[in-house]
């Protein structure tokens, strides 16, 4: 497939898991990707990396004014860079909350409002945010990144809005539990994290985790032009996590 060709596509957060899943699976189809990550080493030579933190306003700008001075456009936003973390309300501090929400919601703000107007006169243009089933779905111990996310819910629904009459369409895509670094990371943290693993297996529909690779699949069908009338959608993979209510299995 090459619905790509010709675009030019921005993605943060992308030197691993879903975002470099996301940015090889367009380059694969014919996009010039640029990452934008705080540290974008070991990427493939077909993707450029351009080091940025997304809580910094003026290396947001610097980087996607960057990208469209090296490749004369930008068509495809995809803003995954986030970060994760644990915990119910009495447990994480107001720096950590501070830290969070500047990361996961403001910094995706932070890329748009650089991007928008280069996206503003791209005949193919598209964002997506990096949104969790976590933010309709109550899950434990995750106060703080459910607010997080509950907000880019909101915010990728008042983007879509405002410019989709400007020919930007504003999606959201809403992973489960997906097999990525931050989640490796998460139960190397407990006390058998081998049985960490099974039960957080078990608890899906589908008896695994959702795969980086999926999740940029996902993320594709939103940003390709051959889905021109999907605006405004929050998009779950989610092994069927939050629309499902499934029987015990019975042994046997």
Not at 85 to 107: F, I, M
Request: aromatic share 4%.
């Amino acid at each position: 497939m090459s619905d790509f060709t010709g675009l030019v596509a921005i993605v943060t957060g992308g030197a691993s898991g879903i975002g470099l899943a996301t940015a090889k699976l367009l380059s694969s189809r014919g996009a010039s990707v640029a990452v934008l990550d705080f540290k974008p080493d070991g990427l493939p030579d077909d993707i450029t990396g351009i080091e940025a933190d997304v809580t910094d306003d003026a290396q947001v700008r610097s980087a996607v004014d960057a990208v469209v001075e090296r490749f004369g456009r930008l068509d495809v936003v995809v803003n995954n860079a986030g970060i994760g973390a644990v915990g119910d309300v009495t447990e994480n501090s107001d720096e950590e909350w501070a830290r969070v929400l500047d990361v996961n919601v403001v910094g995706m703000v932070r890329v748009a409002r650089h991007a928008v107007p280069h996206l503003r006169r791209s005949p193919a243009a598209a964002i997506v945010n990096t949104c969790s089933i976590v933010a309709w779905a109550g899950v434990q111990q995750r106060a703080l990144y459910s607010a997080s996310k509950g907000a880019v819910q909101a915010l990728t629904l008042a983007m879509a809005a405002d410019h989709v009459r400007e020919g930007i369409r504003v999606n959201c895509v809403a992973p489960g539990s997906a097999d990525t670094p931050w989640i490796g990371r998460s139960l190397q943290d407990t006390p058998d994290p081998v049985a960490a693993r099974a039960a957080l297996d078990a608890f899906q529909p589908t008896g695994r985790l959702v795969t980086a690779d999926e999740i940029a699949g996902a993320i594709a069908y939103l940003a390709s032009p051959l889905s021109t009338a999907t605006v405004g959608t929050v998009l779950a993979v989610d092994n069927g996590m939050h629309g499902l209510r499934l029987r015990p299995q019975v042994q046997t």
